[in-house]
């Protein structure tokens, strides 16, 4: 597997990070069923999936705090996969905070160099310095409790970056926030991220997140994964029917399939590698793919509009009662009301399809 | 907080702006619980306060009285049980080594039970019914019970290991296992406010090995914990009287009841101060323990 090159991973410091081969087992559940990823130096790597799909055992293996059973880890061409967790170098933000409560942001900061023998005049600098890195040089004497959430996080970003890592690893360090400063803080990583060049490995189960801060997203599914591509390959062609269905809204709308297309609501559309291409099948088709148009004769009724900003969802009702959502920009949704009537046509971009 | 109810909701509630709002009219004298209530919690407050006051004070009044003075036949009050103590043979020796033995509990019941415990919670957690059972244990089983097995090994211990062994403070392998369940307790309560499993991740991901995650990030954020296992510790240590008493080891509280046989008067007066000591030991705990007052604020402003 090659690693798609990016902005960061070109102007980067970063190692190469490999997974190779990789199985985990608690009891038994097979929660790493045989992971290879290959990260390239300065990349981030989003590692999406529902709970339990085994994203963040692969982070924690990384990272040693958990052993993997089989396979190898390795960082910058070297074999991580026995070094314990305090002698790999890698800087790890939490899902929990996990500021040290008894030390300030500063003595959090600079704890890591603490254990490097830093002298504490160094330490102290680096320390300040890092905090002005993700905006919290004011907050250096408080403690944790006296520090909000956001701030706690960034913090703990601050900590982890002070050691200047190999790899940043960071386990759904925003899940805990609220969606505002969820928002603004995953900007900040990508921003410090890209400014580092550092190789990073993130897992979350928020499709936004991945998607905004990945160069490239792997979608894991029962401890396997499915796929793991550029954010827009990724959403656009996915190889496999659980990736097609988790990330992003998705209609599920009957056809007939036939020579690599599928015939859906009077459109034939190209099927996507590794569809079912032959029969009566359910092509999933992308909302914003779905057309609406005014028509006293159309084959659809409008059952309700959603408006969300700039953008339009609409749910309509087909004639074999099949519901599907359209999403559309706010100004092209004027004539849309419950009840009225519309033509639904299906943009010809490919599709995945499943049989019925 | 010296804010009225109205701040103190606002302070609460950064993003409730309709909790700003006036509340209403009679909301302040709800919480005002109901005359007769406040009455019943007035009794009990002066049943217990005499429950435990009331002794106390018949002990201070004992211990201090002095001769009938000739004249007035009335008694007159004095310090001398007080003073008595430094001069009756054996009890200040019994003093100093049952703070020994409390001090030598302490420091052996730290070392067992932080290390175990941490460790348990961070790597083991699924033994951790299993660690609280074999702590909680010696409260099921009697004093008598625990002379009587560990009896052999004493006499032994005297026979073989000459003074070391004969000594009382071979007592400490006891009272360590006597406050397993008091200690494993106030330990417990302290690891469950803190997420130590993450905090020892944090820790090692940033360089440090076991002994430094525990000394440095783990113990430092139980502290509260440990005093109060100490001082548990030292006034269970400093009470015990049934196995040293039935091992013939002159701990304090051996002193104590054999001088009450002689000398009643001296007796109460070292009692009372021990009471007053053990007393003393929780207050400071409960004023000075540390994270107290630190977990009852928080910042509630979230800048984007």
């Given at each position: 597997m090659t690693s798609a090159t990016s902005s960061s991973a070109e102007t980067g410091h970063g190692v190469a990070v490999v997974f190779e081969d990789m199985h985990r087992w608690y009891g038994t559940v097979?929660?790493?069923?045989g992971l290879s990823i290959d990260i390239a130096p300065g990349e981030l790597i989003a590692l999406l999936g529902p709970s339990g799909c085994g994203k963040t055992t692969a982070l924690r293996a990384l990272g040693g705090l958990d052993v993997v059973d089989q396979g190898r880890i390795l960082v910058d061409g070297k074999d991580?996969?026995?070094?314990?967790t305090n002698k790999r170098n890698m800087g790890i933000v939490f899902q929990a905070y996990s500021l040290f409560p008894n030390m300030t942001s500063r003595d959090n900061v600079a704890y890591g160099l603490r254990l490097r023998g830093v002298d504490t005049k160094a330490r102290n600098a680096k320390a300040q310095e890092m905090l002005e890195l993700v905006g919290l040089k004011e907050q250096a004497s408080k403690y944790p409790h006296q520090m909000s959430g956001g701030q706690q996080q960034r913090v703990a970003l601050a900590r982890a970056l002070a050691i200047e890592p190999k790899v940043l690893l960071l386990d759904e360090p925003l899940s805990a926030l609220d969606a505002k400063v969820r928002r603004s803080l995953r900007e900040e990583i990508r921003r410090i991220q890209i400014m580092l060049g550092i190789t990073t490995l993130f897992v979350t189960h928020d499709q936004e997140e991945a998607l905004a801060m990945g160069d490239r997203v792997g979608v894991m599914n029962a401890g396997r994964l499915e796929q793991i591509a550029p954010p827009a390959e990724l959403y656009d062609k996915p190889k496999t029917r659980f990736v097609a269905e988790f990330v992003g809204l998705t209609n599920r709308i009957p056809g007939k399939a036939s020579d690599g297309t599928v015939d859906v609501a009077g459109t034939r559309v190209p099927l996507l590698p590794g569809a079912t291409d032959r029969g009566a099948v359910q092509a999933l088709v992308r909302p914003e793919n779905v057309h609406l148009t005014a028509a006293d004769d159309g084959n659809g009724r409008v059952l309700a509009v959603s408006f969300l900003g700039s953008l339009c969802r609409a749910q309509v009702v087909l004639p074999d009662e099949t519901i599907v959502v359209a999403q559309m920009a706010a100004s092209d949704s004027t004539q849309l009301i419950p009840g009225a009537a519309v033509r639904v046509s299906v943009v010809p971009a490919p599709v995945f399809a499943v049989a019925e | 907080m010296s804010a009225g109810p109205l701040g103190q909701i606002g302070a609460a509630e950064p993003h409730g702006g309709a909790l700003l709002s006036r509340p209403p009219k009679g909301a302040g004298k709800g919480r005002q619980a109901p005359r007769s209530q406040r009455i019943a919690r007035y009794a009990v407050l002066i049943l217990v306060l005499g429950w435990l006051v009331l002794p106390l004070f018949a002990m201070l009044e004992f211990s201090t009285r002095g001769d009938i003075d000739p004249v007035t036949k009335a008694a007159t009050r004095s310090l001398q049980s007080y003073a008595a103590i430094l001069t009756s043979p054996g009890l200040l020796d019994s003093i100093i080594v049952s703070l020994q033995i409390a001090a030598l509990t302490v420091f052996g019941m730290l070392l067992l039970l932080v290390p175990t415990m941490v460790w348990t919670v961070v790597r083991v957690p699924r033994m951790r019914r299993v660690i609280e059972f074999l702590c909680l244990l010696p409260l099921a089983i009697p004093a008598i019970v625990i002379v009587v097995g560990v009896g052999p090994i004493y006499q032994f211990m005297g026979q073989h290991l000459g003074a070391v062994g004969a000594?009382?403070?071979?007592l400490t392998f006891i009272d360590i296992i006597l406050v397993l369940p008091y200690s494993y307790r106030a330990i417990d309560s302290s690891l469950r406010g803190i997420d130590t499993a993450t905090l020892a991740d944090a820790a090692r991901s940033l360089g440090a090995g076991w002994p430094r995650t525990i000394f440095q990030v783990i113990v430092p954020n139980i502290r509260g914990g440990i005093l109060s296992a100490s001082v548990l510790a030292i006034a269970l240590v400093l009470g015990e009287f049934t196995i040293s008493s039935l091992l013939s080891f002159n701990t304090v509280q051996v002193v104590i009841y054999l001088l009450g046989k002689r000398d009643p008067f001296v007796s109460v007066a070292v009692s009372l101060l021990a009471l007053v000591f053990a007393f003393a030991l929780l207050f400071a705990i409960s004023r000075f323990a540390p994270g107290a007052e630190r977990r009852g604020q928080r910042a509630t402003e979230e800048p984007a």
């Open positions: 097979h929660a790493l069923q991580m996969t026995h070094v314990p | 000594s009382p403070l071979t």
